[in-house]
């Protein structure tokens, strides 16, 4: 049975004609066939994608879902280690317990106008263009969400009360390397050993890159200005309140993309200077 590539999300043949359709040059047949399947291409979702992770400091390293809707998520809430027993002696269960996260979406959105000129462009420099703007402001609303996200119509960000009990201080400008070397070893071994530090730049070369030469350690640099304490990547994020510090495996922070991205069109705004409005829309939860 021959499948109509028209209709189908991951062809390049409805890649075209969604990206016709936004341009507002698609003809009939494009037309119905975006309206049926209603989605974005699976060619240009990925690139959005890739953009986010490109572009935010934080999203790459945390745990990331796409399950549609509200969903739960069980957790350890109470674990006993494996355990070693002589030969022919039954062993004890263990008393492990789960618990549910669960992870509500809220709504992530972004709106773009562009120009005429950007409307005649060619099919290929169009997605280029509106996958790189909408991209980059959406990276920067999720990497704020995940330091600061107060949980209010938002997502509950690593500096949120309650979400990071184990906690401590230290004095700003007299910071010494014996307080980085409490930071590191104030968490479990399992978690250590794919912690990473987030700060922000101030904070990075103000205080802590000070208090490292005063024991004559220099910050390892690598390539593309990844920053590394100790064997730790440091990430910095100036969306981090001002003076802090969070260390630890960034893994068990979890982003749901309740709703995939989702592109739409309104040329009612722009009616006078020939431009068009964009917004892209998404629905995501995170613990």
């Given at each position: ?6 209709t ?25 066939a975006?309206?049926?399947a ?6 240009t ?6 953009k986010?992770?490109?572009n935010s400091?934080?999203f ?5 879902s796409?399950l ?18 002589a030969?022919g002696?039954?062993a ?5 317990s789960f ?14 106008e ?19 703007a ?6 920067r ?7 600061t996200?107060?949980?209010?119509s ?6 949120a ?9 230290y ?7 014996a307080d ?13 050993k794919?912690a ?10 103000s205080?802590?890159v000070?208090a ?21 990547e440091?990430?910095?994020?100036d ?15 979890h982003?749901?993309?309740?709703q ?16 068009a409005v ?5 629905l995501?939860?995170?613990?």
């Amino acid at each position: 049975m021959e499948v109509n590539k028209m209709t189908d999300v991951n062809s390049v043949e409805y890649r075209n004609a969604y990206l016709l359709s936004l341009q507002g040059k698609a003809n009939e047949e494009q037309r119905t066939a975006v309206s049926a399947a209603a989605v974005i291409p699976t060619i240009t979702l990925n690139k959005i994608y890739g953009k986010l992770e490109q572009n935010s400091v934080l999203f790459p390293h945390i745990s990331k879902s796409y399950l549609p809707g509200n969903v739960s998520i069980p957790v350890e809430n109470a674990k006993n280690d494996a355990a070693w027993v002589a030969m022919g002696t039954a062993a004890t269960d263990g008393a492990d317990s789960f618990a549910a996260v669960s992870l509500s979406a809220y709504k992530l959105i972004k709106t773009v106008e562009l120009g005429a000129d950007n409307l005649a462009a060619s099919i290929d420099a169009f997605e280029s263009f509106i996958v790189d703007a909408l991209a980059k402001k959406m990276a920067r609303a999720v990497d704020a969400a995940i330091c600061t996200g107060d949980g209010s119509s938002k997502a509950t960000g690593l500096l949120a009360s309650g979400v990071i009990t184990n906690t401590g201080t230290y004095t700003k400008a007299a910071m010494t390397f014996a307080d980085i070397v409490t930071i590191i070893g104030d968490i479990g071994s399992e978690y250590r050993k794919n912690a990473k530090f987030v700060m922000p730049s101030a904070v990075f070369f103000s205080d802590v890159v000070p208090a490292l030469a005063s024991k004559g350690i220099g910050v390892d640099v690598q390539l593309g200005l990844k920053y590394q304490i100790l064997g730790h990547e440091v990430l910095l994020d100036d969306n981090m309140t001002a003076d802090s510090i969070v260390f630890g495996d960034l893994s068990y922070y979890h982003w749901n993309f309740a709703q995939d991205i989702q592109i739409a069109r309104d040329n009612s705004v722009g009616f006078r200077t020939g431009s068009a409005v964009y917004r892209a829309m998404a629905l995501a939860a995170v613990s």
